[in-house]
């Protein structure tokens, strides 16, 4: 059995009662943690769920809301007294700063009793690990950021999980829903999309043309928060075929 645990559902603005973006994927034994936003470590251990079950941490780009929980959960784990490694995937740019502010912050690989696994989501097209067949693939969501430093920085990515029992596909953060494209050319069981940076319709009849079971939608511009009822109201009617629901903290469903 396959479950999604919804650890935070705020954008990148603090919002009262929310936690940032991050969701636990549990399969079976093993787990998955879905961006890092900050509490995620309080989260999992207010929700009872042992943070030492964590096998991986795939992070979709550098945001401070997608990431800013990471080092705390390390800390935790290291507390917890975790001695199995842990890998955490994440774009290319990140994986020196990042092992740089741990090391700052006395978390880093030379401080911790496990081996911690750095791997860029630019080096394979898919990853076979824990069970999981992992395709990460590039968004536009920090172009704007490319064209005004230039450089190869700048990757943000959207991630699908594949299963002999589901497949399921997560936005990370987008420029539009267009950036799904690739990750949506067969069905899915399950999409969890943000919708803070375009209007929800367009996601919604971007998604009317694809085979979708199940649409979470997560990440709501602070505008939507004021009006929830009607942003589900539209996924359903543009959707009828598709059963849509709203990201709250603490909601738990099976795929």
Request: with cysteine; glycine share 6%.
């Amino acid at each position: 059995m396959a479950e999604i645990f919804v650890l935070g559902s705020a954008c990148g603005f603090p919002v009262p009662g929310r936690g940032h973006s991050s969701l636990l994927l549990s399969v079976a034994d093993r787990s998955v943690l879905i961006d890092a936003g900050e509490p995620c470590s309080r989260s999992l251990i207010e929700a009872g769920l042992l943070l030492n079950s964590i096998d991986a941490v795939l992070l979709t780009h550098g945001h401070a809301d997608h990431t800013g929980g990471l080092p705390m959960l390390i800390q935790s784990l290291w507390l917890s007294q975790r001695e199995s490694p842990l890998t955490i995937f994440l774009p290319e740019e990140l994986s020196m700063p990042l092992q740089q502010w741990l090391d700052a912050i006395y978390l880093g690989t030379a401080f911790m009793p496990f081996r911690m696994n750095f791997i860029p989501w630019e080096t394979r097209e898919c990853f076979e690990d824990f069970g999981l067949k992992i395709y990460p693939r590039e968004t536009t969501h920090l172009r704007s950021l490319s064209a005004k430093f230039g450089g190869h920085r700048f990757k943000s990515y959207s991630l699908r999980i594949e299963h002999p029992e589901f497949r399921l596909v997560l936005s990370g953060d987008l420029g539009s829903p267009i950036d799904l494209e690739s990750q949506l050319r067969e069905p899915a069981d399950l999409v969890v999309s943000e919708v803070a940076h375009f209007p929800a319709r367009d996601l919604f009849r971007f998604l009317g043309a694809r085979q979708v079971r199940k649409l979470l939608l997560t990440h709501l511009a602070p505008e939507l928060l004021e009006d929830e009822e009607s942003v589900i109201q539209a996924a359903r009617e543009e959707l009828p075929q598709t059963l849509a629901l709203l990201a709250r903290d603490r909601l738990r469903f099976t795929l």
